[in-house]
């Protein structure tokens, strides 16, 4: 009887224990699945910032694409001359390719107003269908400056063929190599001479030119930038070495070509 009774105690306590040790985890095994969450967790948010990345990519090409098909609008209906990059007209208006600046003097740079509506591409553009600010310009940067009121499109334009500041635009018959001519870009420039920005605090700008000597290209896109050539077909381009512009944290400017050269210019 004894010898029974002492057997049930017996068993009853191992399987107690055998069920606190299936029911409970060990330290070991704790910081096993810890480090298993964290490394899922890394691919799926890495996975999805780059997701981010990539469609933001497609609709900034996308825009570029939406204007080239309106440069062409424009040029079959003004005898094959390109827009001009900005025309000022007699009441000291000014008619950028992006839009029209009422004369605004003494107003300062982020208080002037812009009418997009009103710019020489617009109708163009309407006809084609939207183009968007690009995504991938920072607007809530810190360092960010206003020019206008709002924003642009975020976009410079080959000022070759815009006609520089004359208002007088190049015409296609000129051009032996549409395939090899930057028609528009991701731009932007660092200012600091304009407050709010100072040599001492350099601040991100939209800008609106490309050309020989600027660094203003853009590389918003994973530290690539889209350019948009006249044939209409985009390229993600690097930085052409020695050009890269780096004062803003997080944001780099710079060249697709060397200082000084007119190359895919004209």
Known sequence: ??????????????????RRR??????????????????????????????????????????????????????????????????TNRDGSREWFFGKEPY??????????????????YPYIESVGNVEVCKGFNYGNALWKAKFKGASYGYGYNWALGGRMTGNPMNVAHLQHATSVILMGDCGQVNTFQKPASPSNPMIEEF????ESYKTIHFRHGNKANILFVDGHVELMDPYPGTEERRIPGELLGRVTKVGSAEMLK
């Open 1 to 18: 009887m004894r010898s029974s009774l002492a057997a049930a105690i017996d068993c009853s306590g191992t399987a107690h224990r055998r």
């Open 22 to 87: 299936v029911a409970g985890f060990t330290l070991v095994e704790l910081l096993v699945v810890v480090t298993l969450l964290a490394v899922l967790a890394t691919i799926t948010f890495g996975g999805y910032r780059l997701y981010i990345r990539l469609a933001t990519r497609a609709h900034c090409s996308n825009n570029l694409r939406q204007l080239s098909m309106a440069v062409n609008l424009y040029t079959s209906d003004n005898g094959g001359f390109f827009p001009p990059y900005v025309k």
């Open 104 to 121: 605004q003097p003494g107003v300062p740079e982020g208080k002037r107003d812009l009418d997009r509506e009103a710019g020489p591409l």
């Open 208 to 211: 609106y030119i490309i050309n």
